[in-house]
């Protein structure tokens, strides 16, 4: 995110999302003509809410990629549906903490869930999955 105020006292404000290269800016013009207090004011608020916005971000990122390894988890578990029970309930233990730390706030907590449940056990795979 980046903040200019050009000689005019015109404010641009970008923002680039560096997962999918979209970009969005905005020009804000005084129509009354802002003191260099309001500017400041203004753009200290504007970097507050970055912070904000980039926790915000960093969740929904952490949830999309949990959502995304609860189905392939899923998925897997349905095609090896002959698998041993006890490898099919692993997973399954493993989807329910996903699911539950996705339900959260805490993006460490999510993630390790998502690490766990896509990292392969220690214990030799079974043939049948």
């Known amino acids: ?3 200019d105020i050009d000689a005019n006292g015109i404010l641009h404000v970008s923002a680039k999302d560096n997962q999918t290269g979209k970009e969005q800016s905005i020009k804000i013009t ?7 207090e309001e500017i400041k004011r203004m753009i200290q608020e ?8 980039k926790k915000a971000r960093a ?11 609860v189905h392939g988890a899923r998925k897997a578990v349905e095609e ?18 996903v699911e539950n730390a996705a339900k959260g706030e805490d993006v460490e907590a999510i993630k390790g869930a998502v690490a766990t449940l896509i990292t392969p056990q220690r214990h030799p795979p079974s043939p049948k999955f």
């Open 30 to 36: 005084a129509s009354s003509g802002l003191s260099e």
């Open 46 to 53: 504007a970097e507050a809410h970055a912070a904000d916005d």
């Open 1 to 3: 995110m980046t903040f």
């Open 59 to 69: 969740l929904i990122e952490a949830r999309n990629e949990a959502d995304a390894s």
């Open 80 to 97: 090896h549906a002959a698998a041993p029970e006890h490898d099919k309930t692993k997973v399954t233990e493993a989807i329910s903490a």
